[in-house]
């Protein structure tokens, strides 16, 4: 950058915060971990000579990451650890090898050139897939080809070591390469890239650092030295700050540290209104490595465990049941005796199943996904409901079926349930002997039959993030329309209003499943329509308990009694703002909560 007073200019960049957090110091940059291979062709005597290269490498990577881990494992503990366990098994993965082995064979090119055809068709696949989190994955089938190919060609650089505090700028930063980083100084991360579903965004999460990845354009217009503010908590970076903006997130730093503190202090206490109304707060687990995370965040239960992480370490191959009884195991032994709730397998057609495609769809996100095609495909449905209710024999698991429309496909699921009690039963195996079965609300069609579908099943759980999505029909990973996805838009609260209404009239529970309540604003509009029952991510948790703490629930319903009245999403939240008032939001989490963000 020139110094020309421009280039001293406070600059700001928004992306989206991953890690919660404020972090002022100096830049240092990481250079891009993306090398082109080189193209050779070879001659046939050579391939077998290609392919024994390939396992030689894929041997050098894997134990590279073990003593990675296990020097992780030794510095952070076992929950960061535990985000190698993916890669390592992507490493050992017989159709990965066997992909790459056979464009050796084919198309008669080095292993290099191989492993970057590969990664390349699994790219193509990650892109038409419509779940966020499972598109997301991508990264690590990227992590683990750039490995291969910086082992096979020689290239492997060593990583940057910070001598005093900095905060890191990249275009994007691989997973693995974040865990082998000593990261005792490193303040905070901005990518140009990435997203919250990343490993990456996980990693740094359990290790406390802020971070704002998807920036676009910010680390080419960094300088190694430039002073800089990375804001985790409302996505913001900031270059060459003036000595105002500096004094200012000074004030927000001591106030989100005291903040932080004081949840963990509040998480160890009952979730109880002024007015002594009990609420419940679960945990929703994305992958295993999180169960530690569940007792010091105060959850009370796993409101919502995505079993699609069992897929990430098998490129997309279903696990065997005896996989499965393990998590399954796991995750009721981190309940610590209070229930777990499995969400089955959420995914669409793009997925490869076992080893085999299926027809491509023009718009994957109207066609088959979700409880669709887990019916469909009855041997993986009833693979992972054997699973269930196997590891269910030790405690209470429950079923959720994730984007229900209809009573039949709960029928449906509920009739293969039984029979799969049948089948255990027949052969004698130990099985829980009733198990829940309920129902995601997160498609509009849903809401609507949500009487039916509760009578039909044992429980509801409203999935906020995609219900708000498919009701405003904005996708708030599209910058061109994000500024459109409002959680507090009067459509949003009138569906959840009937949902809650339809839930009391049958009798059965309904909690929020999704980071809505993660918001004061939007818990305090979700208090006065009736929710009690909350399931988000373990670090929100301490939030949400300091807001129920701190309000009575007779003065939410006055609020949402007024506020479902008004025309817009910005006036609610205008209006939530005013009643519950700026001294208390500041108070909340260090800042004044400029947007409502789900």
């Not at 020309?4 to 919660?20: I, N």
């Not at 990664?119 to 499972?134: G, K, P």
Request: glycine share 6%.
């Amino acid at each position: 950058m020139s110094s020309s007073p421009q280039a001293h200019a406070e600059l700001h960049f928004t992306g989206s915060g991953v890690s919660s957090g404020v972090a002022i110091g100096t830049a240092a940059r990481l250079s891009s971990h993306a090398r082109q291979p080189l193209f050779i062709n070879v001659l046939p005597h050579r391939v077998p000579i290609e392919i024994k290269r390939l396992h030689r490498a894929l041997h050098s990577a894997r134990h590279h990451l073990e003593s990675v881990k296990v020097r992780l494992k030794n510095e952070a503990g076992t929950t960061p650890a535990y985000f190698l366990d993916p890669y390592i098994l992507m490493l050992n993965d017989a159709y990965l090898t066997q992909t790459i082995e056979d464009n050796i064979r084919q198309h008669r090119v080095n292993a290099e050139w191989a492993v970057k055809l590969s990664l390349e068709s699994m790219l193509a696949a990650c892109d038409r897939i419509d779940d966020e989190y499972l598109r997301e994955r991508s990264a690590d089938i990227r992590d683990v080809a750039y490995r291969l190919i910086s082992i096979l060609s020689g290239q492997r650089s060593e990583l940057p070591t910070f001598k005093s505090p900095a905060i890191l700028f990249a275009e994007d930063i691989l997973p693995t390469v974040l865990a082998e980083m000593n990261t005792a100084n490193i303040l905070a991360i901005a990518t140009d890239v990435g997203g919250w579903a990343t490993h990456t965004a996980i990693i740094a999460r359990s290790l406390g650092i802020p971070a704002v990845f998807g920036l676009q354009d910010c680390a080419s217009r960094v300088e190694a030295g430039m002073p800089c503010i990375v804001d985790g908590t409302n996505g913001l970076v900031i270059l060459n700050p003036r000595k105002n903006t500096q004094t200012a997130y000074l004030g927000r730093q001591a106030a989100e540290q005291r903040s932080r503190r004081d949840g963990l202090r509040l998480a160890q206490l009952p979730a109880l209104t002024l007015d002594n109304v009990p609420c419940k707060l679960s945990a929703n687990i994305e992958i295993q490595s999180e169960l530690p995370m569940i007792p010091r965040y105060g959850a009370e239960s796993i409101g919502l465990f995505r079993s699609e992480f069992l897929l990430a370490g098998e490129n997309n191959d279903f696990p065997d049941e005896d996989v499965q009884i393990d998590a399954y195991r796991n995750v009721l032994d981190a309940a610590r005796g209070t229930s777990a709730t499995i969400r089955v397998f959420d995914f669409n057609q793009d997925i490869l199943i076992c080893g085999e495609r299926e027809n491509p769809e023009a718009n994957p996100a109207l066609g088959l996904h979700g409880v669709r095609l887990w019916l469909k495909h009855e041997a993986i449905a009833r693979t992972q409901l054997r699973a269930i209710l196997r590891a269910g024999a030790e405690g209470d698991l429950r079923i959720l079926l994730p984007r229900v429309t209809c009573v039949s496909e709960v029928a449906a699921a509920r009739a293969l349930m039984e029979s799969v009690r049948a089948e255990l039963r027949a052969e004698g195996l130990p099985h829980a002997q009733t198990t829940q079965l309920g129902v995601m609300i997160e498609i509009p069609s849903a809401v609507f039959v949500c009487e039916h579908l509760a009578r039909e099943a044992d429980f509801i759980s409203i999935g906020s993030n995609d219900l708000i999505q498919y009701l405003l029909a904005v996708d708030r990973t599209n910058e061109q329309v994000a500024h459109l996805y409002h959680p507090l838009h009067p459509a949003v609260l009138g569906s959840l209003r009937h949902i809650v209404e339809a839930a009391e009239r049958t009798g059965k529970p309904v909690q929020m499943c999704g980071e809505m309540a993660a918001n004061p604003l939007c818990a305090f509009a979700l208090l006065g329509l009736g929710l009690r029952n909350f399931s988000l991510s373990p670090a929100a948790l301490p939030q949400l308990k300091q807001l129920i703490r701190s309000v009575t629930i007779e003065a939410a319903q006055a609020f949402f009694h007024e506020a479902i009245s008004l025309p817009t999403g910005a006036a609610i939240e205008e209006f939530a703002r005013r009643t519950l008032g700026g001294d208390f939001l500041l108070g909340m989490s260090g800042n004044a909560f400029l947007k409502v963000v789900d």
